[in-house]
Every structure is written in C-alpha cells, then in structure tokens.
C-alpha cells in the first residue's frame, strides 16, 4: 500500500523518475499549496522503496500488505 501526503507533496516529480516500475505519474490534482501531486497505482508497486528513499521532504510511505 502507498501513502502519499498530498499536502506536504511539493511537486518536485522525482518518485515519477526514479520509479522502475512507472507506478507515479503527473496529474491534473492540486493540493492547498497549488502544487500538482503525482497520482499512483498501487497495482503497479513492487515495494523496492526508492520513491521513499529519494523524496527530499519524505511524503511517501510504503508499507506491505
């Protein structure tokens, strides 16, 4: 399962360049600040937890089902 604090995401789109698996993409979705969140697929995930090593403000958690 992913868990992305939309609100604390700055939109920097590095879990969208480091993911293997293509799980992140860009979206049209805004969070309060005005920033463009990256939306997920979940289906896609293989849990290897580059995403949640590479996000500088660490908004992105992954835990096993």
Partial sequence: MIYLDDELCKGCYICIDICPMHVYSKSDKYN?????????????????????????????????D
């Fill in 32 to 64: 309060l600040r005005g920033v463009c969140i990256p939306l997920y697929d979940t289906e896609k995930c293989i849990k290897c937890r580059l995403c949640t090593l590479m996000c500088p403000d660490q908004v992105i958690t992954i835990e096993d």
